[in-house]
């Protein structure tokens, strides 16, 4: 029984020291699997125009609710202003990297889709 109760404990503090990463390990797996299937369903030619046009709206939906939420801007720890940057970063990363006919070529398919 003692033993059981010392590995309970130990359970215990690992998941408690874990708790800060949780939000943030989520929502990088959860945006890791989107930009897998982005990757997927996508062609080869449009994967750069692609990942920029999510990376920034995903970034605006993250400053909306670092907005919302009034998230502390300056913090030590990770902040929604943070995810925010990040996901713009990358966005502007991919858009650097993209061809502009490859831009044009993405939307000529959103606009014959609809």
């Given at each position: 029984?003692?033993?059981?109760?010392?590995?309970?404990?130990?359970?215990?503090?690992?998941?408690?020291?874990?708790?800060?990463?949780g939000?943030?390990?989520?929502?990088?797996?959860?945006?890791?699997?989107?930009?897998?299937?982005?990757?997927?369903?996508?062609?080869?030619?449009?994967?750069?125009?692609?990942?920029?046009?999510?990376?920034?709206?995903?970034?605006?939906?993250?400053?909306?609710?670092?907005?919302?939420?009034?998230?502390?801007?300056s913090?030590?720890?990770?902040?929604p202003?943070?995810?925010?940057?990040?996901?713009?970063?990358?966005?502007?990363?991919?858009?650097?990297?993209?061809?502009p006919?490859?831009?044009?070529?993405?939307?000529?398919?959103?606009?014959?889709?609809?």
């Open positions: 029984m003692v033993r059981w109760r010392s590995l309970r404990a130990t359970y215990g503090d690992v998941v408690l020291s874990l708790r800060p990463y939000w943030p390990a989520a929502l990088t797996a959860s945006t890791g699997a989107a930009f897998l299937l982005l990757m997927t369903f996508v062609p080869a030619p449009l994967v750069l125009p692609a990942l920029a046009t999510v990376s920034i709206c995903v970034s605006g939906m993250a400053a909306f609710v670092a907005w919302w939420t009034a998230a502390e801007r913090s030590t720890a990770l902040t202003w943070d995810i925010s940057g990040a996901f713009a970063l990358i966005g502007c990363a991919a858009a650097i990297l993209g061809k006919e490859n831009v044009a070529q993405l939307f000529d398919r959103l606009i014959m889709a609809q």
